[in-house]
């Protein structure tokens, strides 16, 4: 069975997609951007679009009752491959300890011209 998750503290898709989905063992969540779930709009710069992602994806994560520490897969998509060692600086802030399996790749555009987005896979 699988049971679709919606997390009130992130943004609403910009899509017709959910937040995650969970199965029995696996919750499987959508790429989060940097936007301000408030206001849907993306900060300036790397920095903060990285933060704000991560924020993001800690909220999804959480309606599912979950935490950064369950993950065990990511995939990081960024707009300039020029900005990998910020973001793995401010990546290491919130996957502490044991990380994650992760790709990175750079795309030629992200929704709503986002600088990264990031998804991921938790195990329960």
Not at 45 to 65: C, D, R, S, Y
Not at 99 to 104: E, L, M, T
């Amino acid at each position: 069975m699988k049971k679709t998750i919606f997390a009130e503290k992130a943004p609403a898709a910009v899509g017709p997609y959910v937040h995650a989905v969970g199965t029995e063992n696996l919750v499987f969540t959508s790429g989060q951007l940097g936007l301000d779930p408030e206001t849907g709009i993306l900060p300036e710069g790397i920095e903060a679009q990285t933060h704000q992602a991560l924020k993001n994806l800690g909220a999804v994560l959480e309606a599912a009752g979950l935490g950064y520490q369950d993950v065990v897969r990511t995939m990081v998509f960024l707009d300039n491959m020029d900005d990998f060692a910020a973001v793995n600086q401010i990546y290491a802030e919130y996957f502490k300890g044991e990380a994650p399996a992760r790709s990175c790749v750079e795309v030629a555009r992200l929704p709503k011209g986002g600088l990264i987005e990031i998804e991921a896979i938790a195990a329960k």
